[in-house]
């Protein structure tokens, strides 16, 4: 019977593949041959990563997976398995530290998860079995078991709503803790559940359900249920998202609701979201960053093994001579003697690899990455990015892309909700080509318009109350009293308010209030309307055509009263328009095109009367497509598109969006500051132009290039005419112009600026060109000319379109770094596909800050997150790269420097407890702060100067010219301690008392030089001074000395050699000791002060230059700009 009633219910569908059929309430069904048991997963939520048992391997696993950190565990098992200069320690220890903070800081993260998890695998859910309630733990769901969820709970699993308290079988839920809309949704019942509103009903059902596997997106489910009743046929009905009610989400205004279990633990859509959620991070690695990183180390590399190899060398040179090579009182034991020269010589090459290891900085990546996650907190603490209105701040999703947001040449942006503020404001409408700006009267229908409007005219009384109609059931609008919905404001006349999902639906309701027909509200499937006579009209809702991007309009088919069957459908233009009588759209089009033009959104509205065949067939089709478990949305979408056809165009709205505070200046800045700004929107072409007008984007001087619709044409040449303006654009913008001046970074303001305008249609065109016209080249042609140009405008265009221009532009030559900032869900795919994604916490839900890198309340604070924060981090982490291989060079040198004169023995210039604390203890402390704090330029200073962001642009800071910069000053400043040292101890006693200093003496001095010297270096470069620069500044130095003497002042157990017993205090007690310490860290940062002030000289003079023909300035004002300007020329 099962069998034979779903083929007839599915009939002519294909196998289906990938679906899951669920018992509710485990009930059989009548034919249980029919069904094949399947296993599903328990509701366990795991968002950990790791178990006590497999965290060791796992971590471990992980961390050697990063090549430094292999690197250095290779040069440790050498130093255990070879006889080597320096004990495993002094590798072991940095390369056990690093990983252990790394360890720890994963270890404590994984521990809060594990604990959240336990949170809600623990609480306490009622879940209904055998006509009674029955108290489980969260995690002992199974699927198939019928919930019950309380007002103000969360759903503990994906659950297909079956009944509610309400008669309607409604229930409102909150999304906040998915997606970040605290706007109430509206979920329906199964038409034939409703009634099961008690334990004891609801425990009678007996029902079968087949729905897709589980799948991340949140706004889409296809599924049907199969209703079996006694002695009767199974009723199938169809199930959609507004069906399922998702993990995570809550219930709101309603007392209690039953629904059965169909996703469970981690095959909900909330756990799915979250495994999924980090899309860019594994790219990370390859970013400009790291690049320059890798770079910097395989040079390096390239200089240790340089190092090693002469050291190798000049060794066997060196004992090529029987003295050198036996001395007398060294002589070689047999196995010495007999060991193979090819091998000797292998070792000999390891162990001065391990003895210059430490060029090799290990511990910057943990720095790095304590930076970027620290970091990242500033952006997040920052009370200037702080939305009173939605009390929200700015949002850090991803501290992996701090220092790219310094480096942005392409600001891709969307327009509605991110340029404007998506508050909408019904401004005016046309019916039959005929204008409506002002109030109606009561009795007499619409006022006529005042001013030069008034030869419109008026149109029929029918046609305007039609119109009206249709604006008050052609959408998706619900009705909520006004004290049972948080954080919404209603007419203060009015006990109701509007609830959508759609800014424009409510502007556009209470656009029809406005003019007497008020919408009452959706009850029983009857939607209830007041006309301008006060009379309450009832429509029955049969069924609603959904908006969606692809087609752009949205249609319900409704009955009256008296039995009339109508279709009203809305949409832009460019949707409509090909659907309606062609006689009928001129005279609205006049009106369309300048609403457009005046920066307003324009909706157009048609209907048409149904037959009862026509609807019976429509009916049917629907039905039939909605309960299609493949391609559920194709078949819906050609059912729309045959319904949606020969429909007769009533009139347009107009629709105000004002631009948000500060745009105008925030675009301005960007331009200043080198980016290239493109706005990339669905919205009409004229719209789009006015708005970017408005906001500055297109200045009156530019010079706009069009390659839409309009001037390509609709004819068959129109690939032909593409590729003449293609070529004659390119010629004009490219060929003609000069060249712009070598040595100007980003300089493409040229004298005549440009700005290119194209729509979604000739992008396609350009895209995805036909075989046959030849015309591979048009994609190459036309990036050429958007690179040229100063802005570009894409209208009307797709989500996936929006992605396709971001790519392009990414993968051009150069790989510009591209960030993209919207505030919808069909923005998210240019988000993800840029470098850097910025959410807007908009009215459009949260898709896109969840889907972003950082979300920010609105566009205006762009300016600071790019032009400081990013300009900052940018500097600051670029810095703590140069200064780690340059501390780890002066560190390195003189040990190389010292085996020349110890006849290449290997032997160890600096004691190992130097050599393990150097990079752990005495020099990282000074330059994670000064990565964190630092700001050489105010960032007052930064906002409103937006050109300083070119200057570190490019990657400015770490390109070869720095690097090279920072190498030869670690060289020289390594030379200058070894022989600054060496000299000293030319003098055969440096004590009164004829005492003279060891070997290990010269090491500590030199070590004690290098501490100094590179500590104060970071001092020097320190614009912004707090106390705690002040702290691990001095306090590392300070700390230094103290373990200097504590080392050296106990005579260890551990050790074999007290080889440093007493050293550190004795060597300063000569006189010539100090002298030498306090000269040698002068003579090394000499040349640096030398510059410093220089510079200052310079930026002194050029200030003084300036202020010479404004008589009137004070010489305090002047030296009050020169110190203010003093930092930045310390950080060119």
């Known amino acids: ?102 360890a720890i800081k994963q270890g404590y993260e994984d521990w809060l998860r594990h604990r959240a998890d336990n949170e809600v695998n623990k609480s306490n859910v009622f879940v209904v079995e055998n006509a009674k309630q029955v108290r489980k733990e969260s995690e002992k769901i199974k699927v198939g078991d019928i919930v019950e969820v309380k007002a103000d709970e969360t759903f503990p699993c994906d659950l297909i709503f079956l009944a509610s308290s309400s008669t309607d079988g409604t229930c409102y839920v909150t999304t906040a803790s998915l997606d970040g809309e605290s706007n109430f949704k509206t979920h329906y019942a199964v038409r034939d559940t409703t009634v099961l509103c008690t334990d004891e009903a609801i425990d009678t059902l007996t029902a079968t359900i087949e729905c897709e596997q589980p799948q991340p997106d949140l706004y889409k489910f296809v599924g049907r249920i199969i209703i079996y009743g006694s002695n009767q046929e199974p009723v199938a009905r169809s199930l959609g998202p507004e069906n ?72 066997y040179v060196w004992q090529s001579n029987p003295f050198n090579d036996e001395p007398w009182y060294n002589e070689k034991t047999k196995k010495e003697r007999d060991t193979f020269k090819v091998l000797r010589m292998f070792t000999d090459f390891l162990s001065f690899m391990v003895l210059f290891n430490f060029i090799i900085p290990v511990s910057m990546y943990v720095t790095v990455e304590m930076q970027k996650f620290l970091g990242s907190f500033f952006i997040s603490w920052d009370k200037e990015m702080y939305d009173e209105e939605i009390q929200e701040g700015a949002l850090v999703n991803t501290s992996d892309l701090n220092e790219e947001l310094g480096q942005v040449e392409y600001v891709f942006t969307d327009k509605t909700g991110t340029l404007t503020e998506n508050s909408m404001e019904f401004i005016e409408c046309c019916i039959d080509g005929h204008k409506y700006k002002d109030c109606m009267a009561e009795v007499d229908g619409f006022s006529q318009p005042d001013g030069p409007l008034k030869y419109y005219g008026k149109a029929e009384k029918s046609r305007e109350e039609l119109f009206l109609r249709a604006l008050c059931l052609c959408h998706t609008v619900q009705i909520k009293e006004a004290d049972q919905v948080d954080g919404l404001v209603a007419h203060p006349e009015r006990k109701y308010t509007y609830i959508s999902s759609s800014p424009d639906e409510i502007a556009l309701v209470k656009g029809a209030e406005k003019y007497g027909f008020t919408f009452l509200g959706l009850e029983n499937n009857f939607m209830k309307i007041r006309n301008q006579k006060n009379e309450t009209e009832m429509y029955q809702l049969l069924h609603v055509l959904n908006f969606d991007p692809v087609r752009r309009r949205m249609s319900v088919i409704v009955r009256s009263s008296t039995g009339k069957l109508l ?25 369309v095109d300048r609403n457009a033009m005046d ?119 129109k690939e032909d005419r593409l590729h003449e303006l293609l070529l004659e654009y390119h010629k004009k913008l490219i060929q003609d112009l000069p060249k712009a001046r070598g040595g100007l970074k980003r300089s493409w303001t040229l004298s005549q600026e440009y700005g290119l305008i194209i729509d979604g249609s000739t992008l396609s065109l350009i895209l995805n060109p036909s075989q046959d016209c030849g015309s591979s080249n048009y994609k190459s042609i036309f990036l050429q000319i958007c690179l040229k140009c100063t802005a570009v405008l894409c209208c009307r265009m797709a989500p996936l379109q929006k992605a396709q221009i971001v790519r392009m532009v990414k993968n051009t030559k150069g790989s510009p770094i591209t960030l993209s900032i919207g505030d919808g869900a069909n923005d998210v795919s240019m988000i993800l596909e840029a470098h850097v994604g910025i959410g807007i916490k908009g009215k459009e839900g949260r898709q896109a800050s969840r889907n972003s890198d950082y979300a920010v309340p609105k566009f205006k604070h762009l300016r600071k997150l790019l032009l400081a924060h990013g300009h900052l981090y940018y500097v600051r982490i670029a810095h703590l790269v140069q200064y780690f291989f340059y501390k780890n060079l002066c560190f390195i040198l003189p040990q190389f420097l010292y085996q020349f004169f110890c006849g290449f023995s290997q032997q160890p210039l600096y004691d190992a407890a130097y050599l393990t604390m150097y990079n752990i203890c005495f020099t990282s402390l000074p330059i994670l702060a000064y990565s964190l704090l630092e700001q050489h330029i105010s960032i007052d200073t930064l906002t409103s100067d937006p050109q300083l962001y070119m200057k570190v642009s490019d990657n400015a800071m770490l390109q070869w010219r720095p690097f090279l910069y920072w190498t030869f000053l670690g060289a020289f400043e390594g030379l200058v301690f070894f022989f600054g040292v060496y000299f000293l101890f030319q003098n055969s006693s440096l004590e009164d008392n004829g005492k003279v200093f060891g070997n290990w003496t010269f090491g500590t001095i030199v070590f004690t030089v290098l501490v100094f010297t590179v500590t104060l270096k970071l001092a020097l470069d320190t614009r912004f001074w707090t106390w705690m620069n002040h702290f691990v500044i001095w306090g590392s130095l300070a700390f230094y000395v103290f373990f200097s003497f504590f080392w050296g002042g106990v005579i260890w157990p551990f050790l074999k050699q007290q080889r440093m017993y007493f050293v550190f205090a004795h060597m300063l007690t000569s006189v010539s000791t100090w002298l030498a310490i306090i000269l040698l860290i002068f003579i090394s940062l000499f040349p640096e002060i030398l510059l410093i002030v220089l510079k200052n000289i310079k930026e002194k003079n050029h200030q003084v230059t ?20 003093h930092s930045f020329s310390w950080s060119e």
């Open 1106 to 1125: 300036k202020r010479l023909p404004s008589s009137g300035t004070s010489t305090i004002f002047m030296l009050s700009q020169t110190s203010s300007n």
């Open 1 to 102: 019977m099962l069998r034979r009633s779903l083929s007839r219910l599915c009939a002519g569908e294909e196998k289906r593949v990938g679906t899951r059929t669920v018992l509710v309430g485990h009930r059989p069904v009548a034919d249980t041959e029919a069904y094949v048991a399947q296993k599903f997963c328990d509701n366990r939520i795991v968002s950990s990563k790791y178990t006590l048992w497999n965290f060791l391997p796992k971590n471990l696993f992980e961390q050697f997976r990063r090549i430094a950190n292999f690197y250095f565990l290779i040069i440790f098992l050498v130093q255990v398995i070879v006889d080597t200069p320096t004990s495993p320690v002094t590798s072991g220890l940095p390369l056990f530290f690093v990983i252990t903070v790394t």
């Open 567 to 591: 279709l009203f459908c809305k949409g832009a233009d460019s949707s409509i328009f090909p659907r309606v009588q062609q006689e009928e759209i001129q005279q609205t089009k006049v009106h």
């Open 599 to 717: 920066g307003y959104r324009t909706l157009c509205v048609a209907f048409k009367e149904l037959t009862e065949k026509e609807y019976d067939k429509i009916d049917r089709q629907l039905n039939e497509a909605k309960m299609a478990l493949q391609d559920r949305e194709e078949k819906m979408a050609k059912v729309f598109d045959d319904t949606e056809a020969d429909m007769h165009l009533i009139g347009a709205t107009a629709v105000e969006d004002r631009l948000q505070e500060q745009l105008a200046e925030t675009i301005e800045a960007l331009h200043a500051a080198g980016m290239k700004v493109w706005v990339l929107t669905g919205d009409k072409m004229e719209t789009a132009k006015s708005t970017c007008y408005a906001c500055r984007l297109f200045q009156t001087s530019t010079e706009l290039l069009e390659l839409t619709a309009r001037t390509v044409g609709e004819s068959d040449r």
């Open 244 to 315: 399922l009610l998702l993990k995570g989400a809550t219930l709101k205004n309603t007392k209690k609701i039953y629904g059965v279990a169909v996703y469970t633990g981690m095959e909900t859509k909330m756990a799915l979201n979250y495994q999924g959620k980090s899309q860019k991070r594994s790219a990370v690695e390859k970013n400009l960053f790291f690049r320059s990183i890798n770079a910097f180390l395989i040079v390096y590399l390239c200089i240790l093994l340089g190092k090693a190899t002469v050291c190798t060398t000049l060794k």
